[in-house]
């Protein structure tokens, strides 16, 4: 078993079993990852300190049901990312007037009646890089590809004020600013 692995497990159990040692052990091993994510997306300290205290609340709450092979340092990068966007698309609601996708449009991108934690991860990573791309280009791809009704290009460019032949390249191109500012 690897050491951070076999670290982990221990640092659980002690948890689990009320070692007051143990948790700040845990802390001083993860507290700067977890403070790192929110900073690398460029939220300030005041946010990062907002978003690690979350996160390490939700792990104190989730401790029970955490598995004893978890690796805890993945767990705790993958609750603060998650929290680090919701805190970047509020700000960017607020500033841009962007609603994000709604939860109708959100029911189509999740499997019905399952919780699907990589869905959810890849519609919150789809909801900020479309809040990135500016509105021409939120609105015509969420148009294309988030309207339940399915609108053909004719409807999407009547919908937009764009002629129909312009559609498709316009859709190329915001697909790659899609890409570039989500980094692929």
Same mark, same amino acid.
């Given at each position: 078993?690897?050491?951070?692995?076999? @670290?982990? &497990?221990?640092?659980?159990?002690?948890?689990?079993?009320?070692? /007051? =040692? *143990? #948790?700040?052990?845990?802390?001083? $091993?993860?507290?700067?990852?977890?403070?790192?994510?929110?900073?690398?997306?460029?939220?300030?300290?005041?946010?990062?300190?907002?978003?690690?205290?979350?996160?390490?609340?939700? @792990?104190? &709450?989730?401790?029970?049901?955490?598995?004893?092979?978890?690796? /805890? =340092? *993945? #767990?705790?990068?993958?609750?603060? $990312?998650?929290?680090?966007?919701?805190?970047?698309?509020?700000?960017?609601?607020?500033?841009?007037?962007?609603?994000?996708?709604?939860?109708?449009?959100?029911?189509?991108?999740?499997?019905?009646?399952?919780?699907?934690?990589?869905?959810?991860?890849?519609?919150?990573?789809?909801?900020?890089?479309?809040?990135?791309?500016?509105?021409?280009?939120?609105?015509?791809?969420?148009?294309?590809?988030?309207?339940?009704?399915?609108?053909?290009?004719?409807?999407?460019?009547?919908?937009?004020?764009?002629?129909?032949?312009?559609?498709?390249?316009?859709?190329?191109?915001?697909?790659?600013?899609?890409?570039?500012?989500?980094?692929?």
């Amino acid at each position: 078993m690897q050491v951070a692995i076999r @670290l982990d &497990r221990d640092l659980i159990l002690d948890c689990r079993n009320g070692d /007051l =040692g *143990a #948790w700040q052990r845990l802390l001083d $091993r993860y507290e700067r990852l977890v403070f790192s994510v929110p900073r690398r997306y460029g939220l300030s300290r005041e946010d990062a300190a907002d978003i690690t205290q979350l996160t390490f609340t939700i @792990l104190f &709450r989730s401790m029970d049901t955490l598995s004893e092979d978890s690796t /805890l =340092g *993945a #767990w705790l990068t993958t609750v603060a $990312r998650r929290h680090t966007w919701r805190r970047l698309d509020r700000k960017r609601r607020e500033e841009t007037g962007w609603d994000g996708i709604s939860s109708e449009k959100t029911l189509m991108l999740a499997d019905t009646g399952t919780e699907d934690l990589e869905r959810w991860e890849l519609t919150e990573w789809l909801d900020y890089g479309l809040s990135l791309v500016g509105k021409p280009c939120r609105d015509l791809l969420s148009a294309l590809y988030l309207d339940p009704q399915q609108p053909s290009y004719a409807d999407v460019a009547a919908r937009l004020g764009m002629a129909v032949g312009s559609v498709g390249p316009t859709r190329i191109r915001c697909l790659e600013r899609l890409r570039r500012v989500l980094g692929e």
